[in-house]
């Protein structure tokens, strides 16, 4: 993809079940605009719905109810197949924990998710400057072990943008590194967000994180608040 997403989610309701079987409300009838190209923060309380809209949003949940449209498409309608073509070609997942192979290079990590796809020659070259771009064109044949934690979450930032995806999700991914480090896969996602035209939704609890985004908002009990 070359161009960032228009995201639509509208009256969005999602419920779980749990073991007491008092079902419980995580998201109650949300709705969100995000335009092609946008950094947007989603920030809220633990329990609050972020992640549970992120999730959905990526097609790896469905909303009990409402509507999540991208680039106009209706993901409700799409078959399983056609939601996990979805989640691979237009989507870059960046999560807390990188979710590394421990035994796998950072080069074939970051091309996991060209595994099948053609024009492998393409991918593995992109790869290997997606890495460049992060810092990490001397590590390529390094497998995680050998690098830091700040290190292995650049491999899974490259990795989430080596199909060209036009929508990147990140949930929290800073909370697992020191400020440093943090600061600096801010700066790193903003940057790939302006180069690869992509619209970047990150969930977060770190203000110095969402402040640096274009946009905020904010849950609360699985209501958008402010």
């Known amino acids: 993809m070359s161009a960032g997403a228009d995201v639509r989610v509208e009256g969005v309701v999602r419920t779980f079940q749990v073991p007491d079987g008092v079902p419980v ?11 092609a190209g946008e950094s947007l923060a989603v920030t809220g309380p633990s329990g609050s719905g ?9 097609a790896m949940d469905r909303p009990d109810s409402g509507e999540v449209r991208i680039n106009g498409r209706e993901l409700g309608g799409l078959d399983e197949a056609a939601r996990a073509q979805f989640r691979n070609r237009e989507v870059g997942f960046v999560f807390q924990a990188h979710h590394l192979l421990p035994q796998l ?5 970051v091309l996991v ?19 460049q771009r992060v810092g990490l064109g001397a590590r390529l044949a390094h497998f995680p072990g050998q690098l830091s934690g700040g290190e292995r979450q650049r491999v899974a930032v ?23 480090s943090a600061r600096a896969l801010v700066d790193l996602l903003l940057e790939l967000n302006a180069e690869e035209r992509t619209t970047l939704i ?6 110095a994180c969402a402040q640096r985004m274009g946009r905020q908002v904010s849950l609360r009990d699985g209501r958008f608040v402010g």
Not at 25 to 35: E, I, K, M
Not at 50 to 58: A, F, R
Not at 160 to 173: I, K, S
């Open 25 to 35: 409300a995580v998201l109650c009838g949300v709705s969100l605009h995000v335009a």
């Open 158 to 180: 490259a990795r989430a943008l080596v199909m060209n995806p036009c929508l990147v999700l990140a949930d929290e991914p800073t909370g697992a590194l020191d400020q440093t």
């Open 50 to 58: 972020k992640t549970t809209l992120l999730q959905i949003i990526g």
């Open 202 to 207: 990150v969930v977060t609890h770190a203000e």
């Open 105 to 109: 290079t950072a080069l074939e990590n």
């Open 113 to 131: 998710p060209s595994w099948g796809a053609a024009v492998r020659e393409e991918r593995q070259e992109r790869a290997a400057h997606l890495l």
